[in-house]
């Protein structure tokens, strides 16, 4: 049901890019996946301009891959913004980064982000954390991004129908968050 | 006196006068004729038995001297008169009752037919008759005691003249003596009466004023001087007076009316009686003084002034220097960060490669792709340990009480998997005292030494991992103990610099671990150190100071 949910990636290396849509696949994720490649262009998929105004094409993401070191801004300022938007500002946005600063992960949650990842050297870790990331949003209720009428997006209506609760998906979710850095 | 006629030869011897008689029998004064050389009494009148105070009969027949006082006078007086013929007056005093009794005795002798057969005896006791005199003569004898004690007095006030007189002139000998030694002083010494006229000027005073001795005796020393006082005149005599002493700095004219200014010091001369004197005042010119004390004030103020430009000069520089340690953090940082981004690329599609391709590929290529995961892991291993490195040696370190058991218990925590992977066994015990300390440092150095234990040990056993703590004087020694291969003496001191690692390849690692844990220690203001020998396990330990 949620397998249909877009994922957002926002990062500005294409190799990360290429390592994190093969962690997906690794990871069994069956949620389409979208890519965009600095601040700017991702305020733009979640405005809907230009090409983006097609939301057949270019779905509301149920989750945001984020990275901060980018250009035309950065992370940070992406994230500022969605929180600022009226409704938008409520999507679930996980910051996956490769930097561990402390003053990084403390502006993060003070703008208000969901989550903070560290990418991972190996591969495997990052499966290993994407399939987590996999689980949390089988088990999360989302709130809608839009003023939307009734009919428009049966799959969340649907998710009042999602199974149980699987705890051992939180506890993977717990553990890969990123309250501190890793390895302080 | 009846003249009896008695023994034949005494009548015959005696031929008296019936006149006589009877002038002697009624006289008044006590008279008695003796007769013979032992000068019997032969008659006595009337007068003389009263005085006596004894009957006729009791007297007659017995010799004179008996009867009075002073016998032996009194018969060398008779025996004197009967030899001679010559009459005499005797007179003697006599103290019965502490008042003089005057005795007066006349004593001429009695002719029979030219030959001397007796004597008669008139005596008188003036004290009968003449009260008057005798008052007259106490009177007299007082005045000689009171005179006497007059002439004491004054002979001994004499004396105590002479000696306070020759004293003075002792004192005003030392005086002069002194005087003379206080004009040897190069200091101005002045002595003044109680109105400050100056009584002593000495040399050293002519010489600091300018005014020679004759023009400045007599005159009020703070009128000549132009004295200006530092508190009211008032204040200062008050002072004087109740403590003997007064000192201070006084601003005074010279003779040519150069301003000077002079310290002053005051001592109260009290005379023999304790009422004040005279003062003595003895004057340093300090006006060189008080110019240099002014020269050091304003050389001071400049100091003070050039001390804030200084301080402000070094906030500026080290609001630089921080602003580019941030710089320089930030720098470092984005390096190694940017440098990790490839690495993550060679591991990741190293490990595609090799699942991709699967059995298409040898071992030795399997080897080989394995080989570069593992290149591009010790990269980003080294990259995370030069971070830490470069973080601990730049950011501020600012030191806390730090509970050593919290971050004990945390680092093991974080090593559990490891620990339980190798089977290591654990032993920490307590106490674990706090230490002054930075918290995140401290985590490192611990888990980077916790995590050596664990990786550094002899083949086929199992690591132990000893942590505990001694406290000796003022600071903690944490020990951190394996009982892996040891270390040699030579190479413990190079352990501890960056990217050295005594065994090479045999264990995993940067080499810059224990760069890391000497770094932070001696940021936190501690020491570190290693004992150990070969085989014999290491001893690693650091030092902080109790919190």
């Given at each position: 049901?949620?397998?249909?949910?877009?994922?957002?990636?926002?990062?500005?290396?294409?190799?990360?890019?290429?390592?994190?849509?093969?962690?997906?696949?690794?990871?069994?994720?069956?949620?389409?996946?979208?890519?965009?490649?600095?601040?700017?262009?991702?305020?733009?998929?979640l405005k809907g301009e230009g090409p983006y105004g097609d939301r057949s094409q270019f779905p509301l993401p149920v989750v945001m891959l984020l990275d901060l070191n980018m250009p035309k801004k950065n992370g940070f300022e992406v994230l500022a913004w969605v929180r600022a938007q009226p409704v938008l500002k409520r999507m679930a946005i996980f910051i996956l980064t490769a930097s561990m600063r402390t003053e990084d992960v403390e502006r993060a949650f003070d703008l208000g982000a969901t989550s903070f990842l560290v990418k991972p050297l190996s591969l495997d870790e990052l499966a290993a954390m994407l399939h987590c990331l996999g689980d949390w949003i089988q088990i999360n209720h989302f709130p809608p991004l839009e003023e939307a009428g009734r009919n428009e997006r049966p799959a969340i209506?649907?998710?009042?129908?999602?199974?149980?609760?699987?705890?051992?998906?939180?506890?993977?979710?717990?553990?890969?968050?990123?309250?501190?850095?890793?390895?302080? | 006196?009846?003249?009896?006629?008695?023994?034949?030869?005494?009548?015959?011897?005696?031929?008296?006068?019936?006149?006589?008689?009877?002038?002697?029998?009624?006289?008044?004064?006590?008279?008695?004729?003796?007769?013979?050389?032992?000068?019997?009494?032969?008659?006595?009148?009337?007068?003389?038995?009263?005085?006596?105070?004894?009957?006729?009969?009791?007297?007659?027949?017995?010799?004179?001297?008996?009867?009075?006082?002073?016998?032996?006078?009194?018969?060398?007086?008779?025996?004197?008169?009967?030899?001679?013929?010559?009459?005499?007056?005797?007179?003697?005093?006599?103290?019965?009752?502490?008042?003089?009794?005057?005795?007066?005795?006349?004593?001429?002798?009695?002719?029979?037919?030219?030959?001397?057969?007796?004597?008669?005896?008139?005596?008188?006791?003036?004290?009968?008759?003449?009260?008057?005199?005798?008052?007259?003569?106490?009177?007299?004898?007082?005045?000689?005691?009171?005179?006497?004690?007059?002439?004491?007095?004054?002979?001994?006030?004499?004396?105590?003249?002479?000696?306070?007189?020759?004293?003075?002139?002792?004192?005003?000998?030392?005086?002069?003596?002194?005087?003379?030694?206080?004009?040897?002083?190069?200091?101005?010494?002045?002595?003044?009466?109680?109105?400050?006229?100056?009584?002593?000027?000495?040399?050293?005073?002519?010489?600091?004023?300018?005014?020679?001795?004759?023009?400045?005796?007599?005159?009020?020393?703070?009128?000549?001087?132009?004295?200006?006082?530092?508190?009211?005149?008032?204040?200062?005599?008050?002072?004087?007076?109740?403590?003997?002493?007064?000192?201070?700095?006084?601003?005074?004219?010279?003779?040519?009316?150069?301003?000077?200014?002079?310290?002053?010091?005051?001592?109260?001369?009290?005379?023999?009686?304790?009422?004040?004197?005279?003062?003595?005042?003895?004057?340093?010119?300090?006006?060189?003084?008080?110019?240099?004390?002014?020269?050091?004030?304003?050389?001071?103020?400049?100091?003070?002034?050039?001390?804030?430009?200084?301080?402000?000069?070094?906030?500026?520089?080290?609001?630089?220097?921080?602003?580019?340690?941030?710089?320089?953090?930030?720098?470092?940082?984005?390096?190694?960060?940017?440098?990790?981004?490839?690495?993550?690329?060679?591991?990741?599609?190293?490990?595609?490669?090799?699942?991709?391709?699967?059995?298409?590929?040898?071992?030795?290529?399997?080897?080989?792709?394995?080989?570069?995961?593992?290149?591009?892991?010790?990269?980003?291993?080294?990259?995370?340990?030069?971070?830490?490195?470069?973080?601990?040696?730049?950011?501020?370190?600012?030191?806390?009480?730090?509970?050593?058991?919290?971050?004990?218990?945390?680092?093991?925590?974080?090593?559990?998997?490891?620990?339980?992977?190798?089977?290591?066994?654990?032993?920490?015990?307590?106490?674990?005292?706090?230490?002054?300390?930075?918290?995140?440092?401290?985590?490192?150095?611990?888990?980077?030494?916790?995590?050596?234990?664990?990786?550094?040990?002899?083949?086929?056993?199992?690591?132990?991992?000893?942590?505990?703590?001694?406290?000796?004087?003022?600071?903690?020694?944490?020990?951190?103990?394996?009982?892996?291969?040891?270390?040699?003496?030579?190479?413990?001191?190079?352990?501890?610099?960056?990217?050295?690692?005594?065994?090479?390849?045999?264990?995993?690692?940067?080499?810059?671990?224990?760069?890391?844990?000497?770094?932070?220690?001696?940021?936190?203001?501690?020491?570190?150190?290693?004992?150990?020998?070969?085989?014999?396990?290491?001893?690693?330990?650091?030092?902080?100071?109790?919190?």
């Amino acid at each position: 049901m949620n397998e249909n949910q877009t994922i957002l990636l926002v990062d500005d290396s294409v190799d990360d890019l290429a390592l994190m849509r093969e962690a997906f696949r690794r990871a069994k994720c069956q949620h389409p996946l979208q890519e965009v490649h600095h601040g700017e262009e991702a305020i733009a998929y979640l405005k809907g301009e230009g090409p983006y105004g097609d939301r057949s094409q270019f779905p509301l993401p149920v989750v945001m891959l984020l990275d901060l070191n980018m250009p035309k801004k950065n992370g940070f300022e992406v994230l500022a913004w969605v929180r600022a938007q009226p409704v938008l500002k409520r999507m679930a946005i996980f910051i996956l980064t490769a930097s561990m600063r402390t003053e990084d992960v403390e502006r993060a949650f003070d703008l208000g982000a969901t989550s903070f990842l560290v990418k991972p050297l190996s591969l495997d870790e990052l499966a290993a954390m994407l399939h987590c990331l996999g689980d949390w949003i089988q088990i999360n209720h989302f709130p809608p991004l839009e003023e939307a009428g009734r009919n428009e997006r049966p799959a969340i209506r649907d998710r009042w129908h999602n199974p149980e609760p699987q705890v051992p998906a939180i506890l993977a979710w717990a553990s890969v968050n990123c309250r501190e850095p890793r390895g302080a | 006196m009846v003249a009896e006629p008695t023994t034949a030869p005494s009548r015959q011897q005696f031929r008296f006068s019936g006149l006589s008689l009877a002038i002697t029998e009624h006289a008044p004064m006590p008279m008695a004729m003796v007769e013979g050389a032992s000068h019997v009494v032969r008659s006595v009148n009337a007068a003389f038995c009263r005085l006596m105070d004894k009957p006729m009969e009791q007297i007659v027949g017995k010799p004179f001297n008996e009867l009075l006082p002073k016998q032996d006078e009194c018969r060398r007086l008779l025996d004197r008169v009967f030899q001679t013929g010559e009459s005499e007056t005797y007179l003697e005093e006599e103290y019965p009752n502490l008042r003089p009794v005057f005795w007066s005795y006349l004593a001429w002798p009695v002719w029979e037919q030219e030959r001397l057969v007796g004597v008669v005896i008139q005596v008188t006791e003036t004290a009968q008759l003449h009260d008057r005199t005798l008052a007259i003569n106490e009177a007299l004898v007082l005045g000689s005691v009171r005179q006497h004690e007059l002439t004491e007095a004054a002979e001994s006030l004499n004396a105590q003249l002479e000696v306070e007189m020759i004293e003075r002139q002792k004192t005003a000998r030392e005086l002069a003596e002194m005087a003379r030694l206080l004009d040897l002083s190069n200091d101005a010494i002045m002595v003044m009466d109680l109105g400050c006229r100056i009584l002593y000027w000495n040399h050293g005073a002519e010489e600091l004023y300018g005014w020679p001795g004759e023009e400045a005796l007599g005159k009020v020393s703070h009128a000549l001087l132009q004295t200006k006082y530092p508190t009211p005149v008032a204040q200062i005599t008050e002072e004087l007076y109740r403590t003997g002493r007064w000192a201070g700095e006084l601003v005074q004219t010279k003779r040519g009316g150069e301003l000077i200014t002079v310290l002053a010091r005051r001592a109260l001369e009290r005379d023999s009686h304790g009422n004040p004197a005279a003062i003595l005042e003895h004057m340093t010119d300090i006006t060189e003084r008080m110019k240099a004390v002014e020269a050091l004030r304003q050389a001071q103020a400049q100091l003070t002034d050039r001390a804030g430009q200084l301080e402000e000069l070094v906030a500026a520089r080290t609001a630089e220097l921080t602003a580019t340690n941030k710089q320089l953090e930030a720098f470092v940082y984005s390096i190694a960060h940017d440098l990790r981004a490839p690495l993550r690329a060679m591991e990741g599609f190293a490990d595609m490669l090799v699942e991709d391709a699967g059995a298409a590929l040898n071992k030795t290529s399997q080897d080989c792709a394995a080989h570069i995961k593992k290149s591009a892991q010790f990269m980003d291993a080294l990259l995370r340990d030069l971070l830490a490195f470069s973080r601990i040696s730049q950011q501020g370190v600012e030191l806390a009480s730090i509970n050593l058991q919290t971050v004990v218990e945390s680092v093991l925590a974080r090593l559990q998997k490891d620990i339980l992977a190798k089977h290591a066994r654990v032993e920490s015990s307590g106490p674990w005292p706090d230490v002054l300390a930075h918290e995140p440092t401290l985590a490192q150095v611990l888990f980077n030494l916790a995590s050596n234990a664990l990786k550094f040990v002899k083949p086929d056993v199992p690591p132990l991992l000893r942590l505990r703590a001694d406290a000796t004087g003022e600071f903690i020694r944490v020990w951190v103990e394996d009982d892996g291969p040891g270390i040699e003496p030579d190479h413990q001191v190079q352990i501890f610099r960056p990217f050295t690692r005594l065994y090479g390849e045999k264990f995993a690692g940067t080499g810059i671990g224990l760069a890391i844990v000497q770094k932070g220690v001696e940021r936190m203001g501690g020491r570190v150190g290693v004992e150990s020998a070969p085989g014999q396990g290491s001893h690693f330990w650091f030092e902080l100071r109790k919190a």
